[in-house]
């Protein structure tokens, strides 16, 4: 599978796949998400539209991203932005020599290469502390002030070029397409699941009910319970059910919801810059200085509501060897 979605992402023109990659990926679509929309009539062609816009969608995403930012030990100093991703050299090295993904890599054939590319993600937080500034001459004490911090710093799908990562980045984007498709579909199910659970319940008692008449009382322990109640709460499940699909129609209804989120994969993935001032001390500032340069992240959001800001850089192999 990792073959096929990297000939997909390779030399290829923009909205121009072969045919036999376009299979492929519809049936890379139906095994990470549910394997039985095999089970719908006509599903490749159903989903060959959607498949086609989130290839184009991701190709896009990754082409847009800029070039690598050369990230090593030696040049921290050189690029602001590394400065406000990392607080300190011993915080880069930190980050580079525990990295889990970089790590296995360089076991393998990474080992030995010049220099290493991958993305760099990380989540931005902002947070508020008291702190001093000056107004004038005059020094203005516990003044609110807004704290920008970079975490849970990852590199994702390094390699030892620039196309390669670009490739993998792709792959991921689709797949992570894919995931936010099973989530929904996980979802539904788990409603479907509990409105039939309930549907049952219910239809014990009311079988209950009926089989006793509708003279019970009290001593029989049935008293106080109301078919009327039951009969509509078990027609509000009913239709419940139905929404979510009846029992004919369950796989279509779960191929809608693959098919949307395919069909929309901006809705679902996209990217964006944003501009960002903060000093040295990673306190933010409204007006750039030049000891607050202004900073252009690249983000990276997902219908979900996360984010991430995203780099790719260069990592020089002889660095990397000297962490192990």
Do not use: C
């Not at 690598?68 to 090295?93: C, H, Q, V, W």
């Not at 502390?129 to 807004?146: F, H, K, N, S, Y």
């Amino acid at each position: 599978m990792l073959r096929f979605l990297q000939s997909i992402f390779g030399n290829v023109t923009k909205g121009r796949y072969p045919e036999s990659l376009i299979n492929e990926a519809i049936e890379r679509a139906v095994d990470g998400t549910d394997p039985w929309l095999r089970g719908v009539s006509g599903y490749k062609k159903k989903l060959r539209p959607a498949v086609l816009r989130a290839i184009d969608h991701v190709v896009a995403l990754v082409e847009g991203l800029p070039p690598p930012l050369p990230a090593g030990l030696a040049s921290y100093g050189d690029d602001p932005r590394l400065k406000a991703f990392f607080i300190s050299t011993n915080e880069m090295r930190k980050v580079l020599g525990s990295d889990r993904n970089l790590a296995e890599f360089l076991k393998g054939p990474g080992s030995a290469l010049p220099q290493v590319i991958a993305l760099l993600a990380m989540e931005k937080r902002e947070g508020v502390t008291l702190g001093a500034e000056l107004a004038g001459e005059i020094v203005m004490r516990d003044v609110p002030q807004v704290t920008v911090t970079f975490e849970s710093h990852r590199l994702i799908d390094p390699s030892g070029s620039e196309i390669e990562t670009r490739r993998q980045l792709m792959r991921r984007a689709f797949d992570h397409l894919l995931s936010l498709a099973l989530r929904r579909l996980t979802v539904v199910k788990t409603e479907r699941k509990d409105l039939e659970r309930r549907r049952l319940l219910l239809q014990s008692k009311l079988n209950l009910l009926q089989r006793g008449g509708w003279g019970f009382d009290e001593a029989s322990g049935a008293g106080g319970l109301d078919v009327t109640g039951l009969e509509e709460r078990l027609g509000q499940i009913e239709a419940e059910l139905q929404q979510l699909g009846g029992d004919d129609r369950t796989l279509n209804v779960y191929l809608d919801i693959v098919i949307d989120v395919l069909g929309r994969p901006d809705e679902h993935i996209w990217s964006g810059q944003e501009t960002l001032i903060v000093d040295r001390l990673g306190i933010k500032r409204n007006e750039a200085a030049y000891d607050a340069p202004e900073l252009t992240l690249d983000v990276l959001w997902n219908a979900e509501g996360r984010s991430l800001v995203a780099s790719l850089v260069t990592l020089s192999g002889e660095e990397l060897r000297g962490l192990a």
